[in-house]
């Protein structure tokens, strides 16, 4: 080592990135090692020792510290990224000890600017939203056990203010604290629909397959069977010319309703504003003002569409999720609710293949379902696109297109594209008047303006095409 370790104390003093990788911190008190930009109150120097790498230190029994992850540094990793989502799964789980974004921007061991465009990249979003959907997720949790007084709600969760707290409520949720509140014990609700719902559009995409099992589109009534606190019921929505009346039959009770309610703010793509989209591209959103993407049930959900879905046409798909909701779903009422993933881990393949399957495909839904029954595979802890799509790809059978459309529809990440999708790079094809269909990276350059907003600019190329797809 050529440095003198007072040199290299002064490093980690000023959180010297240009020293990651080069040499390894190692604190006795605490018995972790750190990289040395890591952005934890830095140890007195009679307790530190340096290390030129992690076996070195962890020969000395040292482990690896979970703020600055210098074991994701040295696989290769962004430790950016793993910084980043350190700090958002401190925030999710107690964002009260969050007050403003400049706490995330410490935890994350970066500046403010930087912090902004950390989460732009990798969470498609910004710290001050983030921040408040978490405030907002905990405020739900504490009002279903029921042991905050609503006056104190607010400033349990993280809020300054009772006004700002009910206001950013009402925005996440559609309701009121106290109407949240009431809903748990209820069996039905009214939400408001999300301002400028394009309602025709939203039940032609739900009722686009007419021959479903699980959901059913009749009028202004849309109906889903689905699993709810574990049991099976069908969430009916019927709507007016303003709001919803949701509905559960078949389960009940606080945490049935609770998923009741996330339900249909995922059906109705509650959280998909689309006003900033329409002033930047105006010419693009022109006629179908208010479009949102609507969300699976679950992430689940979503996935095994996606698999379904791969390199067969629409009507085909169709018929494959038809035979594998029959085969594994929950009977309820006149509808089949979607399996879970243990019960399609519990197939045999043969099942499958006797149904048209693929093969393949048959292979790829079984040990994504296997892999997210198990528990290696939490789609909804991944809390940035980034992380997402790589535990996406890792999946055997999962590529680009079928991330990127479980990241859009079925994780609500606003930035993805679906490489290699027909319909897109058609519509793409005809928006910009080329002589041929875009490749992969005509596509990505095509889409490029369209950023931060890259999933609706998707929807929007499929309903240029006169129906949006899947």
């Known amino acids: 080592m050529r440095w003198s370790d007072e040199h290299l104390y002064e490093r980690i003093l000023a959180k010297d990135a240009s020293f990651d990788g080069r040499v390894l911190t190692g604190v006795l008190t605490t018995g972790i090692y750190c990289l040395p930009s890591c952005p934890a109150r830095k140890p007195l120097a009679r307790n530190v020792r340096f290390f030129l790498d992690e076996a070195a230190a962890q020969a000395a029994g040292l482990r690896p510290c979970k703020r600055c992850r210098p074991d994701a540094f040295y696989r290769g990793e962004d430790a950016d990224l793993a910084r980043l989502e350190e700090a958002m799964a401190r925030a999710w789980a107690d964002p009260a000890a969050f007050g403003k974004a400049e706490a995330l921007a410490e935890v994350a061991g970066v500046g403010l600017t930087k912090l902004k465009t950390l989460f732009r990249d990798h969470a498609h979003t910004q710290p001050a939203a983030f921040l408040q959907g978490a405030r907002i997720r905990a405020a739900c949790a504490r009002l279903r056990e029921g042991a905050t007084p609503l006056l104190d709600l607010g400033a349990a969760v993280g809020f300054e203010s009772p006004s700002g707290f009910h206001e950013a409520f009402r925005r996440q949720t559609g309701l009121a604290p106290g109407a949240y509140r009431d809903l ?31 959901e059913q589109v009749q009028g202004d009534t849309l109906r889903k069977a689905a699993h709810f606190a574990g049991r099976p019921g069908v969430l009916t ?46 010419r693009l959103a022109r006629g179908r003002e208010g479009l949102r993407v609507p969300l699976t049930l679950d992430p689940f959900e979503a996935l095994v569409w996606a698999i379904l879905g791969q390199q067969v046409n629409l009507a085909f798909a169709y018929a494959l999720r038809r035979d594998l909701i029959r085969l594994a779903g929950t009977p309820v009422g006149d509808l089949i609710a979607h399996p879970n993933a243990a019960c399609i881990a519990a197939l045999d393949p043969a099942d499958l293949t006797a149904r048209r399957f693929s093969q393949r495909k048959a292979e790829y839904v079984l040990n994504a379902a296997a892999l997210v029954a198990r528990g290696d595979l939490k789609l909804e802890n991944l809390l940035t696109a980034t992380r997402a799509e790589t535990s996406l790809m890792a999946l055997r059978g999962c590529g680009p297109w079928t991330a990127q459309y479980v990241l859009m529809r079925g994780l609500g990440f606003r930035d993805c594209v679906p490489v290699g999708d027909s319909a897109l790079t058609l519509a793409l094809q005809r928006w910009f008047q080329l002589e041929e269909r875009p490749g992969p990276s005509e596509t990505k350059r095509l889409m490029a303006p369209f950023a931060p907003h890259r999933s609706l600019a998707t929807f929007h190329l499929w309903a240029s095409l006169k129906g949006v797809p899947a």
Do not use: I, N, Q
């Open 184 to 214: 748990l014990g209820s069996d039905r609700f009214t939400l408001p629909l999300p301002e400028r719902t394009r309602l025709g559009d939203l039940l032609r995409f739900h009722g686009r397959d007419l021959e479903s099992v699980s």
């Open 237 to 282: 929505l019927a709507f007016g010319s303003r709001d919803a009346v949701v509905s559960l039959a078949g389960a009940g009770g606080p945490e049935a309703m609770a998923e009741a309610h996330r339900a249909a703010l995922r059906l109705l793509a509650w959280h998909g504003d689309a006003t900033s989209f329409e002033e930047a591209h105006p």
